[in-house]
């Protein structure tokens, strides 16, 4: 199966890794989008897109960040996995 071109975007504009605070990683066939440091600049409309000559997938999820002083347990993360019968 071939693999799929992966774009990934935040509120619209494809999203920059940095490789220290934002980064982006594939294992097998999940796209992992990691932000350390967060802050509440990091909250949007995040949409990943998967592509190959099989068909096109399209995910997007909305991220809010809790701003500090809040109390909340959970680690920022944004995970999204690419599946689907067309991929």
């Known amino acids: 199966m071939p693999e799929p071109e992966v774009t990934i ?16 990683s594939q294992v097998d066939r999940q796209v992992i989008v990691q932000v350390v440091q967060t802050t509440v600049d990091d909250a949007g409309e995040y949409t990943l897109t998967a ?7 399209h995910h997007a999820v909305t991220v809010e960040v809790i701003p500090a002083g809040v109390e909340y347990v959970g680690v920022p993360c944004l995970l999204v996995t690419v599946s689907g019968h067309c991929l």
Do not use: A, F, Y
């Open 9 to 24: 975007c935040k509120d619209g504009t494809p999203l920059q890794p940095d490789g220290s605070r934002v980064t982006v």
């Open 51 to 57: 592509v190959n000559d099989r068909g096109k997938l």
